[in-house]
T-cell receptor, first 112, second 119 residues
Framework: GDSVTQMEGPVTLSEEAFLTINCTYTATGYPSLFWYVQYPGEGLQLLLKATKADDKGSNKGFEATYRKETTSFHLEKGSVQVSDSAVYFCALSDSGYSTLTFGKGTMLLVSP | DTGVSQDPRHKITKRGQNVTFRCDPISEHNRLYWYRQTLGQGPEFLTYFQNEAQLEKSRLLSDRFSAERPKGSFSTLEIQRTEQGDSAMYLC?????????????????FGPGTRLTVL
């Protein structure tokens, strides 16, 4: 079945540091890939997505590129801010299906 | 606020009791999903509706669980004879899928969740 594996956290960074959160997936079809973010006390929000190979999703300075050859969708940001502290979830929906399969989440803590 | 809402936000119950949660999706959305999230894990799919029809159920949804969306608007999730293992955050999400589409790749909008604690 489908699965998503993401790096374990917490990831602890200083403000303005470079961020990478790794995400790899297993799917039977051609999935769409997502990053969702959960800020403290809030619900899940879509951060970015990519629906086909080599697409790059971007939002709020975050980027992720759909790499079919490595089955990966790593999240990156060039300069993190304290306000980026949250839990980040990588997810997929397999082709023909809309239900989401999530990774376990990675907590990001950014200190001033 | 026109987002997804869930009620109650917190529920504490004793083992063996029945509980019911409600989800109000974004009004024009035709798909409604239920997920369960336990501590340290990502959300896991439970079931989803297209309008009032329940189209898919996960094997996680035991026969103690039942979900309805009677008029294609709000939905309820009922857990009968609760067990301590049912303690989790129950998340509702909604999306708009065009007629004939699969919905794959569509953004799902999540509510704040209902946290269930079974004592």
């Amino acid at each position: 079945g489908d699965s998503v594996t993401q790096m374990e956290g917490p990831v602890t960074l200083s403000e303005e540091a470079f961020l990478t959160i790794n995400c790899t997936y297993t799917a039977t079809g051609y999935p769409s890939l997502f990053w969702y973010v959960q800020y403290p006390g809030e619900g899940l929000q879509l951060l970015l997505k990519a629906t086909k190979a080599d697409d790059k999703g971007s939002n709020k300075g975050f980027e992720a590129t759909y790499r079919k050859e490595t089955t990966s969708f790593h999240l990156e940001k060039g300069s993190v801010q304290v306000s980026d502290s949250a839990v980040y979830f990588c997810a997929l929906s397999d082709s023909g299906y809309s239900t989401l399969t999530f990774g376990k989440g990675t907590m990001l803590l950014v200190s001033p | 606020d026109t987002g997804v809402s869930q009620d109650p936000r917190h529920k504490i119950t004793k083992r063996g009791q029945n509980v019911t949660f409600r989800c109000d999706p974004i009004s024009e959305h035709n798909r409604l999903y239920w997920y369960r999230q336990t501590l340290g894990q990502g959300p896991e799919f439970l079931t989803y509706f297209q309008n009032e029809a329940q189209l898919e159920k996960s094997r996680l949804l035991s026969d103690r669980f039942s979900a309805e969306r009677p008029k294609g608007s709000f939905s309820t999730l009922e857990i009968q004879r609760t067990e301590q293992g049912d303690s989790a955050m129950y998340l509702c999400a909604s999306s708009l899928v065009i007629y004939g589409g699969t919905g794959a790749g569509n953004e799902q909008f999540f509510g704040p969740g209902t946290r269930l604690t079974v004592l």
